[in-house]
């Protein structure tokens, strides 16, 4: 899991606005952030969540907070797992996102297209 997944992964905080977690996506070209709670992982946030409640609403960005938007809870895979078992609980679970954890710890966040490119090498 290790070797496809982004680590140290991109985190905001449950309080912060939206405004702030757009400019955290674009400055480290990612499609999804982790939503953070007293130092743990409580949720996710993805373009299309911003697109579908916050664009398509014409809500202000700056108004809205992490909390209000993400999805909730973080579904995530132990680093120990296969690449295989990401995408079977993806697929199971609808999603294209995966936290990836150690301990119960976050490490690392885990895409659809970067499992699916690593299984197409292998």
Do not use: Q, Y
């Amino acid at each position: 899991m290790e070797s496809v997944m982004r680590s140290p992964p991109v985190t905001a905080l449950f309080s912060d606005s939206v405004s702030l977690i757009i400019d955290k996506m674009i400055v480290n070209n990612i499609g999804a952030i982790i939503v953070i709670s007293g130092g743990n992982p409580i949720g996710i946030i993805t373009e299309r969540d911003i697109v579908e409640k916050v664009a398509k609403t014409n809500r202000d960005p700056g108004k809205i907070r992490a909390k209000e938007i993400m999805s909730s809870p973080l579904i995530s895979v132990e680093a120990d797992k296969t690449i295989k078992d990401a995408l079977i609980l993806m697929r199971e679970r609808k999603i294209r996102r995966l936290g990836v954890t150690r301990k119960g710890r976050l490490i690392g966040i885990v895409t659809e297209r970067r499992v699916l490119d690593a299984l197409a090498v292998r």
